[in-house]
């Protein structure tokens, strides 16, 4: 059994992460803003017979991203982060706001960054460990109405590329997952997807994700 942080657990594909993998026998830190959700997920999961804890936590905030690692770590032994959380404003780049593009540099990059930095030096401590970064298709190619968006996914797709160089001589596993577009509340107040049970399951999404947990770059088309 492994004890696995996902952020952005209250819903989605952090959500279904967390189902997939406590199901498969592991234990979850359940990471997120809103606590109510979380508590959703943490039920399901006991549902299920599975172990959870949640945290909730502003991860664009490098302050109580520390704190949260520092209580965490006190009471945890963290075998792998999955850096899940993300947002997307879509439209022309004229019509963006100033506070959209900064949410999604400071949750997309910055919450990745945060987390990463904060889990490495236990991970390097005990040399052991696994770094999952959700990063999507937007990180692999330029997309019309995603401009800010996808400069935000080619930002953590270069920080994922270069962190495994930067550990390639230790034990510390890196990986890389480009999905392209789920059927999740991620697209909730957007008219940018007009029928989004079109797209993939994200539960299917999940579980493939978890089938394929070894692989350093996965794509999910």
């Not at 209580?71 to 004229?94: C, H, P, T, W």
């Not at 937007?138 to 968006?149: F, I």
């Not at 697209?187 to 994700?209: C, M, N």
Request: charged share 25%.
């Amino acid at each position: 059994m492994k004890t696995i942080l996902i952020t952005g657990a209250g819903t989605g594909l952090g959500k279904e992460l967390a189902l997939a993998y406590a199901k498969r026998g592991d234990r979850i830190i359940l990471v997120g803003r809103t606590k109510e959700s979380l508590n959703d997920v943490k039920d399901l999961i006991k549902r299920t017979k599975g172990s959870s804890l949640v945290a909730s936590c502003d991860i664009s905030d490098g302050q109580a991203v520390k704190k949260l690692i520092e209580r965490l770590v006190s009471i945890e032994k963290i075998d792998m982060l999955i850096n899940n959380a993300g947002i997307g404003y879509f439209g022309n780049l004229q019509d963006l706001s100033i506070e959209e593009i900064s949410q999604m540099i400071d949750t997309n990059i910055k919450g990745t960054i945060f987390m990463t930095k904060e889990v490495l030096p236990i991970f390097l401590e005990h040399q052991s460990g696994k770094i999952m970064n959700i990063i999507s298709t937007a990180g692999l190619r330029g997309k019309v109405r995603e401009t800010a968006y996808v400069a935000s996914k080619f930002a953590v797709r270069g920080f994922t590329e270069s962190l495994i160089k930067e550990l390639e001589h230790t034990s510390i596993k890196v990986s890389a997952v480009y999905m392209g577009g789920m059927n999740t509340p991620f697209w909730e107040g957007s008219d940018f997807i007009k029928d989004p049970s079109r797209l993939k399951s994200v539960k299917q999404v999940a579980k493939e994700i978890v089938e394929r947990e070894d692989e350093e770059q996965m794509i999910i088309s």
